[in-house]
């Protein structure tokens, strides 16, 4: 995904403007220069010193290297995935933390007035309990998809099965999840890229491929951690730069694979379904203690 252009940053000298102002500088000690010699016919010494630093000044803007600050694409993009996760945990606070207490207080304070309000009015307080009740989940459910707290206490396995028994409970979306071993010792930022790869996946499949079977598998491999998605649904046909031909999605995705240092395949043609593959290779520090994990 990442071409060898590089972008260019703040320059640190203007060599454009440095000829403009010597420019300027040689004409008006020109023109004083003019002037003095109609004036008294001699070249006075202070003007002769004047026009050598202008000539000084120009040559050195132009033998000058154009010196720049430039930047790695990789390292914007790198940067760029971490303030996003970052905002994402805020929200995730915010709503379960602020919104949530704010509702759960709500529906508190509307089981006391139906304990207290005539029979007329029980209907209408019981259908403001369950809205409450329908709102509050959904909040936890929001706040949870922007940050699974759970991959640190129950693991990716986990998290994955309890994303996807959430998203496509209410669906009719036959899904299942097959791990071949046990993925205990998963690094966090692999974890992490997976449950976002597979999140952005299902998300995708719901809206645009009205696909009947989803399966999602992860295996533990000697060389790293592979992920598998796929469906059976309408299919597209892959651009080969997706961020530049509107497939965002699947850019972001390709994007949390190569800032691991791993890869993504896309492997769709209309009304033949799609299958998404990712491979996370192991960092050098942990290779051994990730593959050395019993199924």
């Avoid at 997976?194 to 696909?211: D, G, K, P, Y």
């Avoid at 299919?235 to 691991?260: D, I, K, T």
């Amino acid at each position: 995904m990442h071409g060898s252009r590089k972008l260019r940053g703040v320059q640190r000298m203007n060599p454009g403007s440095m000829i403009r102002w010597a420019a300027l500088l040689g004409l008006a000690t020109t023109g004083c220069n003019l002037v003095a010699y109609l004036a008294s016919g001699a070249l006075p010494l202070g003007l002769a010193l004047i026009n050598g630093l202008a000539f000084a000044g120009l040559c050195y803007s132009l033998t000058r290297p154009n010196q720049t600050i430039q930047f790695q694409p990789r390292e914007l993009a790198e940067h760029m995935l971490q303030v996003q996760e970052t905002e994402r945990h805020r929200l995730s606070r915010e709503l379960h933390d602020d919104i949530g207490q704010m509702l759960t207080a709500a529906k508190m304070q509307s089981d006391w007035l139906q304990r207290r309000a005539p029979q007329a009015l029980h209907a209408q307080c019981t259908t403001l309990i369950n809205t409450l009740d329908e709102t509050l989940a959904k909040v936890r459910d929001v706040s949870a998809i922007l940050n699974p707290r759970q991959l640190t206490s129950l693991g990716l396995e986990a998290s994955l099965r309890t994303h996807l028994l959430r998203t496509l409970s209410a669906t009719s979306v036959q899904w299942s999840l097959e791990c071949q071993q046990r993925l205990d010792g998963i690094p966090e930022e692999i974890a992490v890229a997976a449950f976002r790869i597979t999140q952005e996946a299902v998300t995708n499949m719901l809206r645009h491929a009205q696909a009947k079977n989803l399966r999602v598998q992860l295996q533990r491999r000697p060389q790293g951690l592979s992920l598998s998605i796929r469906d059976d649904g309408l299919g597209f046909a892959p651009a080969l730069s997706p961020a530049g031909q509107g497939q965002r999605g699947m850019a972001g995705m390709a994007e949390r694979a190569s800032l691991l240092g791993g890869e993504l395949s896309v492997a769709s043609e209309p009304g033949q379904g799609t299958c998404i593959q990712a491979l996370f290779p192991w960092a050098p520090r942990v290779r051994g203690r990730a593959n050395g994990s019993k199924p």
